[in-house]
């Protein structure tokens, strides 16, 4: 089985900084694209950053010059760095990647969801 764990969410006031990150394991083959998605209550999930497996990088409108998405191919890790926080990035983060499982396929796996509440 392929397993995504998340872990950096936190409670933070305005301005300030949280790094997420993400490592994936079990039995994998190869990982396509990586990225990080939210969801805030009564809203739809959106894309928050994605990076692919060459490192091309796309992010959302509300988080350009603010977020970074990196990741480390060897570790199987995505991480995001996220500056100037606002109260309107409260939500739950969750990472998201395509990942190759040994003798199975492609398949999109989610982790688990990690709360990011930004305070005003």
């Known amino acids: 089985q392929v397993e995504l764990v998340e872990s950096g969410g936190g409670l933070v006031q305005a301005g300030g900084s949280l790094r997420l990150s993400c490592a994936a394991s079990g039995s994998i083959f190869a990982i396509d694209d990586m990225g990080w998605y939210r969801q805030a209550p009564g809203k739809q999930r959106e894309l928050v950053a994605a990076i692919t497996s060459g490192g091309s990088t796309n992010y959302g409108d509300s988080v350009k010059g603010r977020f970074t998405i990196s990741r480390d191919n060897a570790k199987k890790t995505v991480h995001l760095q996220m500056n100037s926080l606002k109260p309107e990035d409260t939500a739950v983060y969750y990472c998201?990647?395509?990942?190759?499982?040994?003798?199975?396929?492609?398949?999109?796996?989610w982790g688990q969801g990690t709360q990011v509440t930004v305070s005003s």
């Open positions: 998201n990647a395509h990942i190759w499982e040994r003798l199975r396929g492609k398949y999109d796996f």
